[in-house]
């Protein structure tokens, strides 16, 4: 049975940093794809970023890219968000999702069958 659980989520204010992990157990930790989505409230769910967990491929969506960055630990079998310069629009339910096979798609959310919990962020001015 795949497992994820997210932490570290929390308050902080407008141009500040958290850092987001999501830990992984029940599988071998090799393959396929694990991503970052947020969820605010009324809102659509958004692809955040997509760490390719067999290779260097990474992804993110247009709306932070220059601010977050996701890596990975092989080791601990962890994925980080690292989120700087946050922004009120970040504030939202973040979820982590894995994949065994990276969709086309891959910050689409429909096509991950795993998700943790969700850790809240939220981000005042």
């Known amino acids: 049975q795949v497992q994820l659980v997210e932490s570290g989520g929390g308050s902080v204010q407008a141009g500040g940093s958290l850092r987001l992990s999501c830990a992984a157990s029940?599988?071998?930790?090799?393959?396929?794809?694990m991503g970052w989505f947020r969820q605010a409230p009324g809102k659509e769910r958004e692809g955040v970023a997509v760490?390719?967990?067999?290779?260097?491929?990474?992804y993110y969506a247009d709306s932070v890219k220059g601010r977050f960055t996701i890596s990975r630990d092989n080791a601990k079998n962890t994925v980080y968000l690292q989120m700087n310069s946050l922004k009120s629009e970040d504030t939202a339910m973040y979820y982590c999702?894995?994949?065994?096979?990276?969709?086309?798609?891959?910050?689409?959310?429909?096509?991950?069958?795993?998700w943790g919990q969700g850790t809240q962020v939220t981000v005042t001015s």
């Open positions: 999702a894995w994949v065994s096979v990276c969709p086309r798609r891959v910050l689409n959310g429909g096509d991950y069958n795993v």
């Open positions: 029940g599988y071998t930790y090799g393959s396929g794809c």
């Open positions: 760490i390719y967990i067999g290779s260097i491929f990474i």
